[in-house]
């Protein structure tokens, strides 16, 4: 099964920073990879699809890129809004692996 | 708006069955695969299973794979995960999504927790 391996952990960064979170996958998984928001106590928010697409109503603050193996998420101008966890997906086939998180931290 | 409503879950013990049943509403369901992703207490997310929106494939995570079925059935707008066996360390909420097709799991519950203690 292909593994998915997101860094760092976590992140501290302040009010208008730019961060950029990584997600490696074991092997190829051509461009079917998502990243999702969550916040405590709520279920996940789909942020981008195929890697790079942003899902509709979606900041464009945020943005991905990769393809193949490395994968990356990246917040322009951090608002207070954004504080979160974040996990990578692989999806396509079966089993669709999530990557460990990453929280986002003052 | 649409909507997706877990229900089922509440505490059983280890070793013992529950099904957790998930209601979609205001979108075509037949059209669409469906999954079941948890979260156990204080950790990340987990992909549990996945089944195709025909019914004719399914995909489990290892951790639960010969304990735990997915089934839908599309007349009722529902989709199902069955669990037997249950251990512990399935002790999480349990999240039910739908499959997008190229845009992934698009839209989530908000979730049902499961309980496993004796």
């Known amino acids: 099964d292909i593994q998915m391996t997101q860094s760092p952990s976590t992140l501290s960064a302040s009010v208008g920073d730019r961060v950029t979170i990584t997600c490696r996958a074991s092997?190829?998984?051509?461009?079917?990879l998502a990243w999702f928001q969550q916040k405590p106590g709520k279920a996940p928010k789909l942020l981008i699809y195929?890697?790079?697409i942003l899902e509709s109503g979606v900041s464009s603050r945020f943005s991905g890129s990769g393809s193949g193996t490395e994968f990356i998420l990246t917040i322009s101008s951090l608002q207070p809004d954004d504080f979160a966890t974040y996990y990578c997906?692989?999806?396509?086939?079966?089993?669709?692996?999530f990557g460990q998180g990453t929280k986002l931290d003052i | 708006q649409m909507e997706l409503v877990e229900s089922g879950g509440g505490v059983v013990q280890p070793g013992g069955s529950l099904r957790l049943s998930c209601a979609a509403s205001?979108?075509?369901?037949?059209?669409?695969?469906m999954h079941w992703v948890r979260q156990a207490p204080g950790k990340g997310l987990e992909w549990v299973a996945g089944?195709?929106?025909?019914?004719?494939?399914?995909g489990y995570a290892d951790s639960v794979k010969g304990r735990f079925t997915i089934s839908r059935d599309n007349l009722k707008d529902t989709v199902y995960l069955e669990m037997t066996n249950v251990r512990r360390n399935d002790t999480a909420v349990y999240y039910c999504?739908?499959?997008?097709?190229?845009?992934?799991?698009?839209?989530w519950g908000h979730g049902t927790v499961v309980d496993v203690s004796s």
């Open positions: 999504v739908r499959e997008g097709g190229p845009t992934g799991l698009d839209f």
């Open positions: 205001k979108f075509t369901f037949s059209r669409f695969g």
């Open positions: 089944i195709l929106h025909d019914g004719y494939a399914e």
């Open positions: 092997q190829s998984i051509d461009n079917y």
């Open positions: 195929k890697a790079s």
């Open positions: 997906q692989k999806y396509e086939t079966y089993p669709y692996s």
